[in-house]
Nanobody, 122 residues
């Protein structure tokens, strides 16, 4: 098992930036593909970005491509999501998740954090 804790959310004006962090404890974090997902009020959860175990492969949803950067520091058991040029439609609870790559890619990883709220004001 791995436990995940997100941080870094908050209230930001449109056009601003935030860096979300996801810190893991438990089993070796570097064994897991990791992804960021988000859920806005009244909407289904959606994939935002993912990163391979080594950090060598990164992939993004079209909605954040060019504005988001995912990275990881396995020595610190932490994955980051840097979001720039934030828009009101980015408002959501952002969740970190980890598991085998195919489960993250399918959107059904077993391990989830509790989420961190991001609110973008216009």
């Amino acid at each position: 098992q791995v436990q995940l804790v997100e941080s870094g959310g908050g209230l930001v004006q449109a056009g601003g930036s935030l860096r979300l962090s996801c810190t893991a404890s438990g089993r070796t974090f570097s064994r897991y593909e990791t992804g960021w997902f988000r859920q806005a009020p009244g909407k289904e959860r959606e994939f935002v970005a993912g990163i391979s175990r080594s950090g060598g492969s990164k992939y993004y949803a079209d909605s954040v491509k060019g504005r988001g950067t995912i990275s990881r520091d396995n020595a610190k058991n932490t994955v980051y999501l840097q979001m720039n040029s934030l828009k009101p439609e980015d408002t959501a609870i952002y969740y970190c998740a980890a598991d085998d790559a195919f489960l993250v890619l399918r959107g059904t990883p077993r391990y989830w954090g509790q989420g961190t709220q991001v609110t973008v004001s216009s």
